[in-house]
Nanobody
Framework: QVQLVESGGGLVQPGGSLRLSCAASRSIFSIYSKGWYRQAPGKQRELVAVMASGGRTNYADSVKGRFTISRDHAKNTVYLQMNNLKPEDTAVYYC????????????WGQGTQVTVSS
């Protein structure tokens, strides 16, 4: 069983930056897709950014140009760099590693709170 642990959330002013980290408890196949989702109060969970096995990335329109997803396989860690944060980015952010296309499991972290407020 793989555990994902997010960190890096917190309170930041509008226009500020945060970097979220998602560390896996053990090595996860590099071919698995890795992504970040978020859920704001009263709203459904939504995709923020995803990185496919070949490194191709996809972002929600609302974060394009501001957020960047990256990975470090040697550290079993996925990152989400968030710049120019806006109040509407406030949500619980979840890390996901999806291996179902390769016969693996779908892994989720416990979530980390990001609050953007002045």
């Amino acid at each position: 069983q793989v555990q994902l642990v997010e960190s890096g959330g917190g309170l930041v002013q509008p226009g500020g930056s945060l970097r979220l980290s998602c560390a896996a408890s053990r090595s996860i196949f590099s071919i698995y897709s890795k992504g970040w989702y978020r859920q704001a109060p009263g709203k459904q969970r939504e995709l923020v950014a995803v990185m496919a096995s070949g490194g191709r990335t996809n972002y929600a329109d609302s974060v394009k140009g501001r957020f960047t997803i990256s990975r470090d396989h040697a550290k079993n860690t996925v990152y989400l760099q968030m710049n120019n944060l806006k109040p509407e980015d406030t949500a619980v952010y979840y890390c996901n590693v999806d291996g179902r296309s390769y016969g693996g499991a779908d892994y989720w972290g416990q979530g980390t709170q990001v609050t953007v407020s002045s």
